[in-house]
């Protein structure tokens, strides 16, 4: 199977989308920078035996997209990783 480059990246963002589904959640006063993202995602793709890379282009971008632009302060605000249950906002 020949994969063009366009669909490569489409799996990768696929599968940045997967976790962000999973992992983030929406958190009054909390926020995620890119280090902390990075890293979290580097640890779920590990765990769920993802071997493809999304881009740090790919992610900021989707992020940014969906969260609003990054500041470099504080990072995407009122989002949370979810580290455990506890994180959830009930």
Request: glycine share 6%; with cysteine; charged share 30%.
């Amino acid at each position: 199977m020949n994969m063009t480059s366009t669909t490569i990246s489409n799996f990768g963002i696929n599968v940045f989308v997967k976790f962000e589904k999973q992992m983030v959640l929406q958190k009054r006063g909390g926020h995620i920078g890119k280090q902390e993202l990075q890293q979290e995602f580097k640890r779920w793709t590990q765990q769920n035996k993802y071997t493809y890379k999304t881009t740090r282009e790919q992610i900021i971008q989707y992020m940014n997209k969906k969260y609003g632009e990054y500041n470099e302060r504080d990072g995407w605000k009122n989002i949370a990783i979810a580290y455990c249950k506890d994180d959830y906002d009930i």
